[in-house]
T-cell receptor, first 109, second 116 residues
């Protein structure tokens, strides 16, 4: 079965501190992995995808196939990063994206 | 394009009443997804359609829930009868196969349902 785990429901860090939001997925083939973000009063939107190997708003995510993890990182958190973050693997065998339970990131000034 | 459009934005109803949520996907998108968001369970996939055909409804909680997509520009999610535990935010999302099978999902603003 396809599963995705985000162990932290809430993560609170000070502005300027490093941030790491954890995500572990079940191995079922080789899913493509995404992070989606929901800022206050905005739509859920794509933040980044692993296949692009890009950095968006200072965030990066490294796929570790050995640990089946796709943690989201940012070296220096900003207040505008406060939001709900969802890890989302796409399993081609099922042709659907499933989402983790989400981590609410709160950046303290 | 105005993006994915959902209605109503907010709905308050009493237990036992029928609830119908509506979604208009982005024009040209051929996949449509319904998700439910709660504090406890996060974002759960309920059902998705491809070219108006339901492909996977394994996430639909029970027979009280049903979804239809009569044409490429409209879908409904119906709950009958509604119960307090159905209170949640319901999201509709669409995507285009042109982006590839794992292309970006575009979400609506959600419909917040409260069942008293």
């Amino acid at each position: 079965a396809q599963r995705v785990t985000q162990p932290e429901k809430l993560l609170s860090v000070f502005k300027g501190a490093p941030v790491e939001l954890k995500c572990n997925y079940s191995y079922s083939g080789s899913p493509e992995l995404f992070w989606y973000v929901q800022y206050s009063r905005q739509r859920l939107q794509l933040l980044l995808r692993h296949i692009s190997r890009e950095s968006i708003k200072g965030f990066t995510a490294d796929l570790n196939k050995g640990e089946t993890s796709f943690h989201l990182k940012k070296p220096f958190a900003q207040e505008e990063d406060s939001a709900m973050y969802y890890c989302a693997p796409w399993y081609s065998s099922a042709s659907k994206i499933i989402f983790g339970s989400g981590t609410r990131l709160s950046i303290r000034p | 394009d105005a993006g994915v459009i959902q209605s109503p934005r907010h709905e308050v109803t009493e237990m036992g009443q029928e609830v119908t949520l509506r979604c208009k996907p982005i024009s040209g998108h051929d996949y449509l997804f319904w998700y439910r968001q709660t504090m406890m369970r996060g974002l759960e996939l309920l059902i998705y359609f491809n070219n108006n055909v339901p492909i996977d409804d394994s996430g639909m909680p029970e027979d009280r829930f049903s979804a239809k997509m009569p044409n490429a520009s409209f879908s409904t999610l119906k709950i009958q009868p509604s119960e307090p535990r159905d209170s949640a935010v319901y999201f509709c999302a669409s995507k285009s196969r042109i982006q590839g099978i794992s292309g970006e999902l575009f979400f609506g603003e959600g419909s917040r349902l409260t069942v008293l």
